[in-house]
């Protein structure tokens, strides 16, 4: 079953107001990629068309008393996403769930894009990237 939990090996910081998730582990911290899905810069590619649920948890630190979103992306489209924001996050050890289902084509690839109101924060490495096909 094509499936995947990705997940940081460090910290990240970022100096942006956004950014794409470049998971870096696959493999270590109960981390795998499996059944023909592949990653590379963080973006995962399914092997097969069907049904999958794709979820993500990212800890922000160090953030200001802005905002901050998360979004899942198919194909890197505004067309094809899942959001979620959170105003007022706490300046550390904030986290953001999101979780959705997406009817995927093969060879569709799926990122974690990140924003903040601030221009420098960090990202913890217990933030996951996690996705099976359900159908």
Sequence with gaps: IPSWRIGLTANVSISATGAD???NNTSTNGRFIQGGCSASSGIVTVPIAGVYQINASVRFD???NTYVE????????DD???YHVEGDPLSNYHT??????FNLSANDNVRIRIYS???SWTLHQLSNFS???IG
């Design 131 to 133: 996705g099976v096909m």
């Design 96 to 101: 953001i769930s999101a979780s959705e289902i």
């Design 117 to 119: 109101g601030d221009s």
């Design 62 to 64: 160090n953030v200001s």
């Design 80 to 82: 094809t996403y899942m």
């Design 21 to 23: 998730l470049e998971w």
């Design 70 to 77: 998360l979004y899942i992306k198919v194909n890197n489209s």
